[in-house]
């Protein structure tokens, strides 16, 4: 089972992984931010960088579909391969920070990997405006992130609202402006409601694998 959670940058994506793995005793598969090596580089100077950086989240991510497909665990992940290739790098492109020529490239690989592997049994996006997105990420004080632009969080948000409405998967939306399931355990419990709902049907959750 492939439960994933989406989102822009600072919504309670890695949070919310946590919580869930937690709760349901699912294997978390996190995102990985301080040890990739094009992160720092690209908040530096994104015209340069940019390719190689969404390569390198292209590449990681299709390892990780590869093996949650192959897993016979639940598995909660923290960010899809469909927000690289739908969301981050058209973002990039449009801001002109990656040539025609090298997001062609990038678009045909997706292509391949997607012709490869399925979607989640569901997905679940975090719906964030930007000034609470700006309060998330000067809170947890990544100094890289400190530099990024309100445009481009905007056309993150963007393109965020063009792809979940167009999304063909079992899907469930969170308000996180609203809903803080870090600091309320009845917020909390709304979010595990609906995915018991979703998930195992009418029935109480009594086991992952029931």
Same mark, same amino acid.
């Given at each position: 089972m492939h439960i994933a959670i989406a989102g822009n940058i600072g919504c309670g994506k890695t949070t919310l992984t946590r919580m869930l793995a937690k709760r349901y005793g699912w294997t978390p598969k996190f995102e990985s931010v301080d040890f990739n090596p094009y992160l720092q580089d690209f908040y530096r100077d994104m015209k340069r960088w940019s390719f190689n950086l969404q390569i390198y989240f292209l590449n990681t991510r299709f390892k990780d579909v590869v093996e949650i497909s192959k897993s016979t665990d639940y598995i909660?992940?923290? !960010?899809?391969? =469909?927000? #690289?290739?739908?969301?981050? %790098?058209?973002? +990039? *492109? %449009? &801001?002109?920070? &990656?040539?025609? !020529? #090298?997001?062609?490239? $990038?678009?045909?690989?997706? %292509?391949?990997?997607?012709?490869?592997? !399925?979607?989640?049994?569901?997905? @679940? $996006?975090?719906?964030?405006? @930007?000034? *609470?997105? @700006?309060?998330? +990420?000067?809170?947890?004080?990544?100094? =890289?992130?400190?530099? &990024?632009? +309100? #445009?481009y969080l905007k056309g993150l948000n963007d393109r965020y609202e063009k792809w979940i409405t167009n999304y063909d998967g079992e899907l469930l939306v969170i308000d996180a402006d609203t809903i803080d399931f870090e600091n309320n355990p009845q917020n909390f419990q709304s979010i595990t409601d609906q995915i018991d709902a979703r998930i195992f049907g009418l029935f109480p959750f009594t086991d992952q694998k029931g």
């Open positions: 909660v992940q923290d !960010r899809t391969i =469909y927000e #690289d290739a739908c969301i981050f %790098a058209p973002n +990039i *492109h %449009a &801001m002109g920070n &990656m040539s025609d !020529r #090298d997001f062609q490239t $990038y678009q045909d690989l997706f %292509a391949l990997m997607m012709s490869l592997v !399925r979607k989640p049994d569901l997905m @679940i $996006y975090l719906r964030s405006s @930007i000034p *609470h997105l @700006i309060s998330k +990420i000067q809170k947890r004080g990544r100094e =890289y992130e400190q530099s &990024m632009q +309100i #445009d």
